[in-house]
């Protein structure tokens, strides 16, 4: 039953068991990498960012979450791909315009088109990187280690804890009021009027629990001091520190670097 | 500004609230985010810092687990929960009326917010179905960021204001046992 559970939680997390080095790596270091990946993102031209956006899935595929990044890719980048060729590529007064198979398209906004996509290509894929091969808990331990206030920990604990739990609560809640009749493929009154019926047993039933949660965790004296340590925090090294400094420092050069770019 | 234990667990309980709303939507396939409804809910109770806190680690948290580009648009998680608890402290959610009017002002300020972003840096269209209507808007000559600005603040507007009544329906239904726990709440009652 607990395994089961365990099962469903992971399955709402994109994070991809594995063993290779970019899941040894301390989360740190994988965090400062997306930080660094995010600025790169948009002070590099778009040809550095489609790079990016190759590595990083190639890193991704390998790590073993190629699947995952298939999916997102193609869901992401597909309805915006669409979306940016229809408002830049045709309905925007770009310049250099040309006829193609009987459209009226703009090459400036058909670049626009790429240097934008290149860019959420690479926040995605660096971000997914990031996800696909960080646990949350390994996350934690690693702020914990580092002396991250217990409340911050808590905080971004508790909810992914809760994810699960809830969203098994909030399907119970959907059964019983169809069960009593709730119409979902109404029109679109219909589903308005549904909506609290669904929403207002769940939120009440989690502000219910509060006081209990509190007391626990005022029992535990989990803001106690001196803070507890991390038995089995993530492996770190000099070198992976060096790197994380390395990608603090690059971070303001490459910013400094697109300004004097444009 | 240090929470205390109870607004630590409220907030983390509104964070999971936001999410998991947004799947009630989806399932009713209604065209709305309505993700926000936790985020009012620490607002009017615990004041604007804890609610934007609850709006920043929405995103943050949403971004982590399940759709990285909900990271970007954690500023405009971070007003909704600011201006939601200033209203609040203004007296704003003691009324429906003035309730609705919060609505409307979180809406205009959130889209504020929410156009560099969909225009900088994801060029003005996100994928989603206000695209239609930007790209509508565009078609018949309007300017980008116009375009962008008012098929955002016409979705908004519907999300927003749903967002508030819900959060205050739920809010006036709360045990005195409870809300009495937070301070801040005794600006909106009366």
Redesign the interface.
Same mark, same amino acid.
Do not use: E, N, Q, W
């Given at each position: 039953m607990a395994a089961a559970k365990d099962k469903d939680r992971e399955k709402?997390?994109?994070y991809v068991p594995g063993e290779g080095w970019l899941h040894r790596l301390n989360p740190l270091t994988r965090l400062t990498g997306l930080g660094l990946v995010a600025v790169a993102a948009f002070a590099l031209p778009p040809a550095a960012t489609i790079v990016i956006a190759l590595v990083a899935t190639l890193m991704g595929t390998v790590a073993g979450a190629g699947a995952v990044f298939l999916r997102?890719l193609t869901l992401?980048l597909?309805?915006?791909a669409?979306?940016?060729f229809?408002?830049?590529g045709m309905?925007?007064d770009h310049p250099n315009r040309f006829g193609f198979l009987g459209l009226d398209l703009s090459h400036d906004g058909l670049m626009?088109?790429v240097?934008?996509l290149g860019?959420?290509a690479a926040?995605?894929s660096g971000?997914?990187v990031?996800?696909t091969t960080t646990h949350?808990s390994a996350l934690l331990k690693a702020l914990d280690s580092h002396g991250f206030p217990p409340?911050v920990s808590?905080?971004?604990a508790? +909810?992914?804890l *809760? #994810?699960e739990p809830? /969203?098994q609560r909030?399907r119970a809640i959907?059964e019983a009021q169809m069960a009593r009749g709730l119409d979902?493929e109404g029109s679109?009154f219909a589903?308005?009027r549904?909506? +609290?019926a669904? *929403? #207002?047993p769940?939120? /009440?039933l989690?502000?219910a629990?509060?006081?209990h949660?509190?007391q626990v965790?005022?029992g535990r004296g989990f803001?106690a001091r001196p803070r507890r340590t991390v038995l089995d925090a993530p492996k770190d090294s000099p070198r992976q520190r060096l790197a994380r400094r390395v990608m603090l420092g690059l971070a303001p050069l490459l910013i400094v670097g697109a300004f004097f770019w444009h | 500004m240090k929470l205390d234990t109870r607004t630590l667990v409220l907030m983390a309980v509104a964070i999971v609230i936001n999410i998991v709303v947004g799947q009630i939507a989806v399932w009713l396939k209604l065209p709305i985010y309505i993700d926000a409804i936790g985020t009012v809910l620490v607002a009017v109770l615990a004041g604007p810092f804890a609610g934007a806190l609850t709006g920043l680690l929405t995103n943050v948290i949403w971004g982590l687990i399940l759709d990285p580009g909900a990271l970007w648009f954690f500023p405009v998680s971070v007003v909704i929960g600011l201006v939601a608890g200033g209203l609040a402290r203004a007296g704003w959610f003691r009324a429906i009326p003035l309730t609705v009017l919060a609505g409307v002002v979180i809406a205009v300020l959130s889209t504020i917010v929410a156009i560099p972003i969909i225009v900088y840096v994801y060029g003005g269209v996100t994928g989603a179905g206000t695209d239609f209507l930007t790209a509508y808007m565009v078609g018949i000559g309007n300017k980008l960021i116009e375009s962008v600005g008012i098929a955002n603040l016409l979705q908004n507007l519907g999300d927003k204001v749903l967002t508030v009544l819900v959060a205050w329906a739920i809010i006036k239904r709360l045990p005195s046992r409870f809300t009495s726990g937070f301070p801040f709440f005794r600006y909106s009652q009366g």
């Open positions: 709402t997390l994109l997102r992401t597909g309805p915006l669409l979306a940016l229809v408002v830049h309905l925007m626009y088109m240097k934008i860019r959420i926040l995605l971000s997914l990031f996800v949350p409340g808590y905080l971004i508790s +909810p992914l *809760l #994810l809830f /969203t909030a959907r979902l679109f589903r308005i549904a909506f +609290p669904l *929403l #207002l769940l939120v /009440t989690a502000l629990d509060i006081d949660r509190a965790l005022d803001r | -």
